[in-house]
């Protein structure tokens, strides 16, 4: 929590400083996550520490898990950029796709709201599995389907925590009470993310027999 409050008070710093600031604690942030993945899959329940590393591996605690995480989300939305790819001259954007229209804009819309949903079990395999060739179909989808439920309640921790982090807003020049309740609401998003995280990390712990891998 101390990494979102630093990030928080220096969203309206001067020159590049809030920018800077908040590449450095998302980086540390979502190696955190993966961390807790990883440990909570091998009944770790402590929660693991934010490393920071030194000198060179400063830079590198907070590229690779930004590495990780695109990596991840690229080959779930996969289908989805390829067919946006193939459409692009229909007319068909990103910011259009998502009116209220049957054909070719619904298939869109299905095929990016499909590579979210695999997302969890997606980032799942690269945090505990450690290898991108695991990134196959079958491997993402038969455990889903032989632990449906389960996996729903971690789609819904990680959607939940992903729809209040658009609602935050980080430190500005205010009264006392609406920089605390925007502070809590930041601290409260990182609470929900850690369930998600760790929600994730016993889907593997409780149903790792269902992974082929």
Request: aromatic letters at 16%; proline letters at 5%; hydrophobic letters at 55%.
């Amino acid at each position: 929590f101390a990494a979102v409050c630093f990030k928080f008070f220096l969203a309206t710093g001067i020159c590049c400083v809030n920018y800077i600031s908040f590449v450095i604690v998302w980086g540390w942030l979502l190696g955190f996550y993966l961390n807790i993945i990883y440990e909570t899959a091998f009944e770790i329940d402590k929660l693991p520490e934010i490393y920071l590393g030194t000198s060179i591996t400063f830079l590198w605690h907070i590229l690779k898990p930004f590495l990780i995480f695109f990596f991840t989300m690229t080959v779930v939305q996969l289908p989805f950029i390829t067919a946006l790819m193939l459409l692009k001259d229909k007319g068909l954007t990103y910011q259009n796709m998502w009116q209220p229209e049957l054909g070719l804009p619904l298939l869109l819309q299905i095929l990016f709201i499909l590579g979210l949903f695999l997302f969890p079990m997606a980032i799942l395999t690269t945090a505990v599995g450690k290898d991108i060739t695991l990134l196959r179909p079958d491997y993402l989808v038969a455990p889903i389907l032989k632990a449906f439920i389960p996996y729903l309640t971690v789609v819904a921790l990680l959607v939940a925590a992903c729809l209040l982090e658009t609602r935050t807003s980080q430190f500005e020049s205010s009264t006392f009470a609406i920089t605390a309740a925007n502070l809590a609401l930041n601290l409260a998003v990182q609470a929900i993310a850690i369930i998600a995280m760790r929600s994730i990390g016993l889907f593997y712990r409780h149903y790792s027999c269902h992974l082929p891998w």
